[in-house]
């Protein structure tokens, strides 16, 4: 389990891959927000033909998606939408990135002006180990999905399914996909309490 | 891997300064084999004091060329996949034309009587020698440093001639302090008596200004943790100060012998002319802003700069990212961690070989789509 992404390789194994290419159109102009070594990227382009471009901070991880052949930018994402045009991509990914950044919903507009469609993936504070956790031990949950304790945690936006929803209400973004995932199962029902994992597609209204 | 320079000359060129030159030889190398298709040919730009050989073994002397662990069979631009090719820039003195050639017109070396010549000049002579190898679109321009000059110049000047550019180390314009330590170069030049306002050709060459000169250059192309690693306070030979002003500090013995080598190889009037294009250079120059010089440009990007780069700060290739990325053009920016200083583009190979090698092989993958 890489310690920095707990979610996306320990949780869902390629799922989200999937996921998030059974979103993207073939040929899309795709813009992946803390991409990483840039793997979803080079398989949307080796399996969607798409325009990959990402932004991420490490400079090892720019230099990976790069030499897999990613248009990434080194920078941090929350200061660097800015510079991209009105609807310059198609599709903007925040995949198991939207619980660390400093502004969320700042990002979340910034995603909607510079993209069509945004999709968003988190990992659920709501799913019922966490409830339990904290209630049992009285402390800041730490399970699988949230492996840290609160003094190193990435996670510094703790959020659930419904609060996702609540905002895009309050934004008067649509939501147009909502995927929720429990060991590596999609599933419909009570998905704020089962859900390990979200995965919403929005654009604006 | 051996290799020769070529020479072709045009019967003239036109120059941003009004004046035309002719006729012009163009002074190249070219590694590896140009596909049917003619669409995997690439172009390497040479820095300040580069030239032609860039890559290989010189038939000549015996060298290997400036960039040749970034250039040749399986290194980053893999010369059993790509046509590669070097030319030495305008202005230059290593067999394109230059201060130091003969005017046609005299029968005597131009001398300060060249005309001045500018990045976008030596672009235009690339440009002959692509059309006169028969390439229409060359897959990549890079370079380092003025290198990356003459690529972003490449994507701005001739759009449908090139699918990807990468400015390594360099800057969409030179600084103050980037023009002051030319300006430092060309005064060390020009005080020399020998200089002889450039009438030293067939007489004693200028060579303490030439020297010195080289000396401000190799400062600003080294850091001060490289300096520390390379020299230290180390004295040469001994443990004691000698209470005089000969070369006691290694940094001094190898300041001294970086200039005395250069003089042998390196053009005074070339040095001055350079500089001065590198000066002139501005890519924004006659545009409302810098993006909106990139708005014409087709091409990939992938823009390299250095933590330790202190000559081409970052914050020059940000510039050109920023603007870039307000355009909505493709563009890949990363900054190599190095303590090299600028001299990081030239040695940094293993951090420089895969993303190069990446950023092409998908670039070809486009264009043979």
């Known amino acids: ?205 | 891997m051996i290799v020769e320079t070529q020479t072709v000359r045009f019967e003239s060129i036109s120059l941003d300064s009004g004046a035309t030159l002719q006729p012009v030889d163009c002074a190249y190398q070219t590694y590896g084999t140009l596909n049917d298709g003619r669409t995997n040919g690439i172009l390497i730009t040479h820095a300040f004091s580069g030239d032609s050989h860039a890559a290989g073994i010189s038939q000549e002397d015996g060298k290997a060329g400036w960039w040749d662990n970034m250039i040749g069979p399986g290194k980053a631009f893999d010369t059993d996949k790509y046509f590669v090719i070097c030319s030495n820039v305008l202005g230059g003195c290593r067999g394109t034309t230059g201060p130091s050639s003969l005017n046609p017109a005299t029968g005597e070396p131009y001398a300060m009587t060249f005309p001045v010549v500018t990045i976008q000049d030596m672009v235009r002579l690339q440009k002959m020698l692509i059309d006169h190898l028969g390439i229409q679109r060359l897959l990549c321009v890079a370079g380092g440093s003025m290198g990356g000059m003459q690529a972003l110049a490449w994507a701005v000047m001739y759009p449908d001639a090139v699918a990807a550019v990468m400015p390594i180390a360099a800057t969409s314009r030179h600084s103050a302090q980037q023009i002051a330590f030319n300006e430092v170069g060309r005064q060390s030049i020009m005080s020399d008596p020998d200089w002889l306002n450039g009438n030293y050709y067939g007489k004693t060459k200028p060579k303490r200004g030439l020297a010195v000169a080289r000396m401000v250059g190799h400062i600003t192309y080294m850091s001060d943790d490289s300096m520390k690693h390379k020299f230290g306070r180390r004295l040469r030979e001994k443990n004691q100060f000698d209470f005089d002003f000969s070369a006691e500090f290694e940094v001094e013995s190898y300041l001294r012998y970086r200039g005395s080598q250069f003089v042998d190889r390196f053009d005074a009037n070339s040095y001055l002319y350079i500089t001065k294009a590198m000066d002139y250079f501005d890519v924004a120059a006659g545009h409302p802003s810098l993006g909106a010089a990139f708005e014409k440009t087709k091409a990939r990007f992938l823009v390299i700069s250095f933590t330790s780069d202190w000559l081409y700060p970052t914050y020059q290739s940000l510039e050109v990212v920023s603007a870039l990325r307000g355009r909505n053009r493709d563009v890949a920016y990363c900054e190599l961690r190095s303590t090299y200083g600028h001299d990081a583009f030239l040695v940094e190979v293993e951090e420089q070989t895969d993303i190069v090698r990446g950023f092409l092989a998908s670039t070809f993958r486009q264009v043979s789509a």
């Open chain 1, 1 to 205: 389990m890489s310690v920095k992404r707990p979610f996306v390789r320990g949780v869902l194994g390629r799922r989200d891959f999937e996921i998030i290419s059974g979103l993207i159109p073939e040929g899309a102009r795709v813009l992946d927000l803390g991409c990483g070594d840039g793997e979803l990227l080079a398989w949307l382009m080796q399996h969607k033909n798409v325009d990959a471009r990402g932004v991420e901070m490490s400079p090892e991880l720019v230099q990976a998606a790069i030499a897999r052949g990613a248009s990434v930018y080194q920078g941090n994402l929350e200061s660097s939408l800015s510079d991209y045009p009105d609807h310059a991509f198609d599709y903007v990914i925040l995949s198991q990135t939207l619980q660390q950044v400093r502004s969320p919903k700042q990002v979340l507009r910034e995603m909607l002006r510079v993209g069509q469609h945004a999709v968003v993936a988190f990992p659920n504070f709501g799913h019922y180990s966490v409830r339990l956790a904290h209630l049992f031990s009285g402390r800041a949950p730490q399970n699988q999905l949230f492996p840290f304790d609160w003094f190193d945690s990435p996670n510094i936006r703790v959020l659930t399914v419904e609060d996702f929803e609540l905002l895009c209400a309050r934004e008067q973004w649509a939501i147009e996909r909502r995927i929720f995932l429990s060991q590596n199962q999609e599933l419909a029902f009570l998905p704020n309490l089962r859900a390990e994992v979200a995965v919403f597609q929005i654009t604006r209204r």
